[in-house]
């Protein structure tokens, strides 16, 4: 696998296009490539923008904002935890770095945006197979530091199922699955990196585990890629705290 990073110009309230900054950044991709773009730069382009204010007024956007939240006293740290989108994620997602000034909140119809994203790429290109990746990073429990998630996809399917097939040894596998999805922006986050690098978008190559396919993921592919609570491996630590409903 082959992760090339892309430079773009500061994206900031002037911008307010998406698939013109891609246009003008992404001058090459190949059959069988997927291209990685920073939630952000999305959310930035539609506007989904508040100004830094008071942490109270922010505190107010966060439970808005998400479907569900642990206030920051039920932590020693002054975070939120959020359930939002069904992805675990601090502050439901709401990012001060590279805001210049502004929370950036995370993007909305981001699914349609996608496809539209994956259909413009395709057409200038001329290329058949082609996935994409809108990212985001996110923290994980006992452990430091942050690593990529996908929040959408499209041109592939975002987890290889290995239920019924046979290990090395010719046992039956009975649960396991990849995700692919998270491990591709995994790739991505880390060499796009989160600070001062300036390269929000990524194209990834040389992908013989992606199983590309020439359409977009159907409504029941995407709500397969979700657990529902009560049979995720963590439902006991879920279910063990007091979350309060957010607005979303």
Known sequence: MKVTPIKTHKVTVNDKNIITIIDRYITRLKENSIVAISSK???ITQGRLVKNTT???KNKLIEQEADFFLAPTSSRH???ITIKGNALLASSGIDESNGNGYLILLPVNLQEITNQIREFLKNKFKIRNLGIIVTDSKTSPLRFGVTG????????IGVNDYI???DLFGKILKSTRVNVMDGLAAAAVVVTGESREQ????IIEDLPFVKFQDRVPSKEELNNLQIDLEDDLYASFLRSVKWQKGKK
């Open 78 to 80: 002054p975070f939120y």
């Open 199 to 202: 390269t929000p978008l990524a």
């Open 55 to 57: 942490k109270e007024n």
């Open 41 to 43: 730069i999305i959310a």
């Open 164 to 166: 019924g097939k046979k």
């Open 149 to 156: 998630l996908t929040l959408t996809h499209s041109g592939f």
